[in-house]
């Protein structure tokens, strides 16, 4: 073997590179690199072993990083979960239970007839889509409150939770004698889902009309008078006087006739007196139409003094009572069914108000007796009333607060007649309006008191006088 030879004072050829030149050698190999090895060796070995020393006190003092172990875990398990998530909401359907209800419920109108009916058979279906997903949606946040909500909505409309239910597809399943869902259908063919307009007439007291058009008069109209005259339903009052010799009149009689319509309903005809106030059209039945869901019917709320009739196939609603000797009536219908007549049919009180000759009021104002006059002009003093322009205001007042036009009612008929079931009428008046009127903020009409507006256009052109004098003074 040949030894390497080097200049004497150079430095020594160490080759200590390689693949393994930073790793530091076991202790064994470096006790060999100085006892076994050439002259040479050792001060490779030396170098090699001080710069390993050197690299583990680095490795030393450099922060160990955390094990990876636990992070891969917690992500591990994250992923798990995540992934079990997923697997829970994707079969959970509540979603799609959401959305058929709303498809059920959005063409529905509250003011329609049948609303209650519809809704709950709508939410009865929404609650059994939410039973057939209850497993699978446990841990589902929405779906929990879906059938929170769904209890509420249940107890606020006094739904029962049997009974029928809506199907899923309102498109196919409407029902044709149902007005509100003939509408629905329309609309979602049409693209647009514009609710119907309803209109509401009443009668009732000395007699007092408001038409279709929120229009408030009184009335003489003494005999037989048509109310409604369409091509779907006719309704005629008579009136009587009310005192001997007096121009003021009152409802004795109503006849309503709900006209035959396609294979919803034959023709049936209501008739009600003055202390005959039947739950039962003339032929003796109490509905007209096939089927579990009657399209029309007949529902006693009173015996002998109240009555409603609820004709779905025209969405329209019927309220007749009688109040001390005389009769009221309350009616809601579509707009585009009530304004469906022929040009022979135009004399309809609830369309056209009464004729100009028959008014007793002014434009509205009605002729309160002042400076002791207690009745309108034409009464006989034999039939004064018992009633004081006080005593009358008092006594309208216990029954209705606000001072509307049916407040001014009750005062005109207590002064007119004396009869103290005036208020009464004057009172179930205005409850039906807030049953039936579709719009809450017409619901009360003022009436139009011209000798108020007088004085008070007196008060601000005096208060501008007054401000022009302090002004240039």
Known sequence: MMRKKRKRGGPIACSCSGPDADVAP?????????????????????ASAAKAEEQQQEHRR????????PAFLLFSLGLLLHTGDCQLQTPCRIQKCTTDFVSLTSHLNSAADGFDLEFCKALRAYSACTYRNSKVCRGNLVYHSAVLGISDLMSQRNCSKDGPTSSTNPEVTHDPCNYSGRQGVRELHGGEKTPPTYFFCGLFGDPHLRTFKDHFQTCKVEGAWP??????????????PVVPRSSATATNKITIIFKSYQDCTDQKVYQAVTDDLPAAFVDGTTSGGDGDTKSLHIVERVSGKYVEMHARYIGTTVFVRQVGRYLTLAIRMPEELAMAYEESQDLQLCVNGCPSSERIDDSGHLPLPVMGQFLPPGASSQSRSVYTLESATTKCHEKMLLKDIY??????????????????AAHSA?????ALHPRKERWHIFPNNR???????????????????????
């Open 451 to 473: 000798g108020n507006s007088q004085g008070q256009a007196l008060c601000l052109s005096l208060g501008l006088v007054c401000l022009m004098l302090v002004v240039f003074l």
């Open 227 to 240: 109310l409604i005259d369409n091509n779907y339903l006719s309704v005629q009052v008579t009136n009587v």
């Open 407 to 424: 407040f001014y009612s009750c005062v005109f008929d207590l002064l007119t007649t004396g009869d103290a079931n005036f208020t009464a």
């Open 62 to 69: 450099r922060p160990r990083p955390p094990s990876r172990l």
């Open 26 to 46: 076991p202790l064994e190999s470096r006790r060999a690199a100085w006892t076994g090895m050439g002259r040479a060796a050792p001060f490779c070995a030396i």
């Open 430 to 434: 205005l409850q039906d309006v807030e």
